[in-house]
């Protein structure tokens, strides 16, 4: 983003690459989004409400993905007699199971028992590498490892967000609205019709405490406390 003293309208100029791949079909398609209170246009995505990269009647912004580590893999010690519960730092608690049915095109459902635990869920049920790690070193038999990721958390407002984002009309409403944006991080550029330019990177970036030695680079024991997240980076 540039700002307008160094554009011959003398408005700033926003322009935006967010370092993806090609792809076909591609991610990202063109839409223009009219309505009541919203008048917005730009680049999204298949299933979402909002426009995503783009631009309304007053302000435009981009995205890149800022990258910063949000993902830990835990082991997961089963009990020895009861395969359904699994060792946290209070003592043995029971997984969480839920059932999901993958509808594909031209060939029959795909069926899954998922469990999930305080971290996350168990991704050596269904990740064939995963399962394949955990077979070779052994460990498969008395643990599964559990996926934690900011972007699965049950309070994910990044959707609100993107719906706040489309009708900001001002830096201060563009500010209010990335607060609810949870994941993935994204350095953002911001340019307005009065001239005004900015840059923010929201999102969730977990805490890791000190003790933590492994500092999210290898699977960490799950029922060792000083390895669980200790809140976020915040906002400000």
């Known amino acids: 983003v540039v700002d307008g003293r160094h554009s011959a309208s003398g408005k700033p100029l926003l322009a935006n690459d967010p370092h ?3 792809a076909s079909p591609a991610l990202w398609y063109f839409a223009h989004l009219s309505a009541p209170g919203l008048d917005v246009i730009g ?4 299933g979402l409400p ?3 990269l783009g631009r309304n009647q007053r302000i435009a912004w981009g995205f890149t993905n800022t990258g910063p580590d949000t993902q830990d893999l835990f ?4 009990h020895p007699s009861d395969a359904s519960r ?8 029971a997984f969480a199971t839920r059932d999901e049915v993958i509808r594909v095109k031209g060939q029959p459902e795909v069926r899954l028992t998922v469990r999930d635990t305080r971290h996350g869920p168990v991704i050596s049920d269904v990740h064939p590498g995963a399962a394949e790690g955990m077979r070779a070193s052994g ?6 490892l559990a996926f934690q990721w900011t972007a699965l958390g049950p309070d994910d407002t990044t959707v609100r967000a993107g719906l706040a984002l489309n009708r900001a009309g001002s830096w201060d409403d563009f500010v209010a609205a990335m607060r609810d944006w949870t994941a993935p991080q994204q350095n953002m550029v911001y340019a307005d019709v009065d001239g005004r330019i900015g840059f923010l990177a929201p999102g969730r970036v977990p805490r890791r405490k000190p003790g ?3 500092h999210g ?3 960490a024991p799950g029922w060792d406390p000083r390895y669980d997240w200790d809140g976020w980076v915040p906002f400000d």
């Open 217 to 219: 680079l290898a699977p």
């Open 75 to 78: 082991l997961e010690q089963l």
């Open 20 to 22: 993806l791949g090609l």
């Open 43 to 46: 680049a999204t995505l298949p």
């Open 212 to 214: 933590n030695d492994l």
């Open 139 to 144: 460990l498969g038999a008395r643990h599964a």
């Open 86 to 93: 699994y060792r946290t730092p209070d003592g043995w608690a």
């Open 50 to 52: 909002a426009v995503v």
